[in-house]
């Protein structure tokens, strides 16, 4: 099986979705039950380490020059 995630841009598609669903073609699924994953989880191993820790040192350089302002 595949999930997809589906934008719905007419009024009757959500209708239509629900038909399918009680034709067993296919499974609605709310957003309530997927589970949510941290941000740290998520966005792991986006950046490489360089850029990450580039990134780091950055935004504390930047808060300690506003903090001494």
């Not at 595949?2 to 957003?31: F, G, P, S």
Request: charged share 35%; no cysteine; net charge negative.
């Amino acid at each position: 099986m595949e999930t997809l995630v589906v934008e719905l841009t007419h009024k009757n598609a959500l209708q239509l979705l629900k038909d399918l669903e009680a034709m067993d073609i296919i499974r609605l699924h709310d957003d309530k039950e997927a589970p949510k994953k941290k941000m740290s989880e998520k966005y792991k191993g986006i950046l490489p380490r360089e850029a990450g820790e580039e990134l780091i040192n950055y935004i504390n350089h930047s808060r300690n020059e506003w903090d001494n302002t």
